[in-house]
Nanobody
């Protein structure tokens, strides 16, 4: 069974930095696109950044220039370096991906991790 586990969240002051990690596991054969989403309670989950298998990153306008997405294909791991954090970045951050395991294909937004809480506050 394919699973995603996020880590690295926490409490940080405005202007600070955090690095999130997402590890995919479960007899994975290949992963193409990986993505970070975030959700504030009572609001819809929103796409933050996504990255291709080749390492090309794309970003929501709200985080462009502050966040950097990367991945280590050998470790089935994705990262999100978040700099110059703002209170409006406070949310639970989730990862998801598109790919295949030895048993089945999975698509973006089909499987989610448990999320990691990021709180930006003084």
């Amino acid at each position: 069974q394919v699973q995603f586990v996020e880590s690295g969240g926490g409490l940080v002051q405005p202007g600070g930095s955090l690095r999130l990690s997402c590890v995919a596991s479960g007899r994975i054969r290949s992963i193409s696109v990986m993505a970070w989403y975030r959700q504030v309670q009572g609001k819809e989950r929103e796409l933050v950044a996504w990255i291709s298998n080749g390492g090309t990153g794309n970003y929501a306008e709200s985080v462009k220039g502050r966040f950097t997405i990367s991945r280590d294909n050998a470790k089935n791991t994705m990262y999100l370096q978040m700099n110059s954090l703002k209170p409006e970045d406070t949310a639970v951050y989730y990862c998801t991906a598109d790919g295949s395991s030895l048993e089945y294909r999975f698509t973006l937004e089909q499987i989610w991790g448990q999320g990691t809480q990021v709180t930006v506050s003084s």
